[in-house]
């Protein structure tokens, strides 16, 4: 009988993941029994464009009315 690892355990699926549906990706990331550092980095990295650009229209809205 063979064991077979979760998806999330997989590196490549967590970065396939994380490109496309980053909510998954993110959330396999943190199922999975990876370091707390590499957890905390790429988070920052999938979620930063995302917070940047909200409040970049945020901000960008408020000026121009």
């Known amino acids: 009988m ?3 690892t ?3 355990e997989k590196t490549v699926w967590i970065v396939v993941w994380c ?3 980053w ?3 993110l959330y396999g ?3 999975s029994s990876r370091a707390l ?3 905390i980095v790429v988070t920052l ?3 930063a464009p995302y917070a940047i650009s909200l409040l ?3 901000f960008t809205q408020t000026v121009a009315q």
């Open 19 to 21: 490109i496309f549906v």
């Open 37 to 39: 550092v590499w957890k």
């Open 29 to 31: 990331m943190w199922k």
């Open 56 to 58: 970049t229209s945020l």
């Open 45 to 47: 990295a999938v979620v």
């Open 6 to 8: 979760p998806w999330y």
């Open 2 to 4: 063979t064991v077979q």
């Open 23 to 25: 909510p998954v990706g």
